[in-house]
């Protein structure tokens, strides 16, 4: 596909995740590096959302190791079971924290930080391979329509 993104001249989520998921599978598919997919993808869902942070942490020996992303730094080693991501990573589901400063344990990388989704990402075998964590500088910013569309978008990536 042509290196662009069409998006959708709106703000309803639901609309632009529906526009946004098939462009990903094209751009994905047939490539297959997995750093290149991730890479594309976060730089994606930055352009159609704008989010303050956007990125993937993959399991490696155990940890959870920062992969590409958009946005500042942030914390490199994540263990299992710490944090939202180290979370979402224990239980195998999606962690919605509408307010990081009420979630016990959360991580802090920058304190713009207001709130975070984090989406397992599963290999054919079901175990947690990556985790997709993207942080908003709003309070309560996600839902399901966005838990709904990531898990659209990481299924395109395992
Ligand atoms: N807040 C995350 C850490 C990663 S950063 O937000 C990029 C957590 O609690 O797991």
């Known amino acids: 596909m042509a290196e662009t993104l069409i998006l959708p001249q709106t703000q309803d989520r639901r609309v632009i995740y529906d526009g946004l998921v098939p462009q ?3 751009l994905v598919n047939g490539e297959p590096d997995l750093i290149a997919n991730l890479a594309n993808s976060v730089a994606a869902l930055k352009e159609a959302f704008g989010f303050f942070w956007i990125g993937f942490y993959l ?3 155990n940890q ?3 992969g590409p992303f958009q946005g500042p730094i942030a914390c490199t080693r994540i263990n299992y079971g ?4 180290g979370t979402a990573w224990a239980k195998g589901e999606t962690i919605i924290v509408p307010d990081v ?5 959360h991580i802090v990388c920058s304190s713009a930080s207001k709130s975070e ?22 309070l309560n910013d996600f839902s399901d329509v ?13």
């Open 24 to 26: 990903i599978a094209s």
């Open 59 to 61: 399991v490696k020996d």
């Open 82 to 85: 710490r944090g939202v991501c």
């Open 117 to 138: 989704i984090v989406v397992p990402v599963f290999n054919q075998a079901g175990d947690v391979t990556m985790v997709l964590d993207i942080d908003s500088n709003q």
């Open 101 to 105: 400063d009420a979630f016990p344990g």
């Open 64 to 66: 959870l190791v920062l």
């Open 146 to 158: 966005d838990a709904e569309g990531l898990a659209r978008i990481v299924a395109l990536l395992r």
